[in-house]
């Protein structure tokens, strides 16, 4: 079992920023990639970004050079830096965790204000 704590979200008004966090605990060892989904009011949860043991990354279209994921395997948290924000990354942003299992955060909510 694995446990995810997202937490950073909040109202931000466009060109802004956040960091979203999510703290991992429960069996970690087993983990094999993390990653962030969002879901938009009305729209299908998407990948955004995601982070694998060895560092690799990978990035929706929507994102790049926009959004930088990161981890630090001391703290056992992933990292999701969002800068230059618009109203249409406005969602709620949700922690994965997969083992061969997908884990699921609660979600964490962003809003950007135009």
């Known amino acids: 079992q694995v446990q995810l704590v997202e937490s950073g979200g909040g109202l931000v008004q466009a060109g802004g920023s956040l960091r979203l966090s999510c703290a991992a605990s429960?069996?970690?060892?087993?983990?094999?990639?993390m990653a962030w989904y969002r879901q938009a009011p009305g729209k299908q949860r998407e990948l955004v970004a995601s982070?694998?043991?060895?560092?690799?990354?990978w990035y929706a279209d929507a994102v790049k050079g926009q959004f930088t994921i990161s981890r630090d395997n001391a703290k056992n948290t992933v990292y999701l830096q969002m800068n230059s924000l618009k109203p249409e990354d406005t969602a709620v942003y949700y922690c994965?965790?997969?083992?061969?299992?997908?884990?699921w955060g609660k979600g964490t909510l962003v809003t950007v204000s135009s």
């Open positions: 429960g069996s970690i060892f087993s983990i094999n990639v």
């Open positions: 982070i694998t043991n060895g560092g690799r990354t």
């Open positions: 994965n965790a997969f083992t061969g299992i997908n884990y």
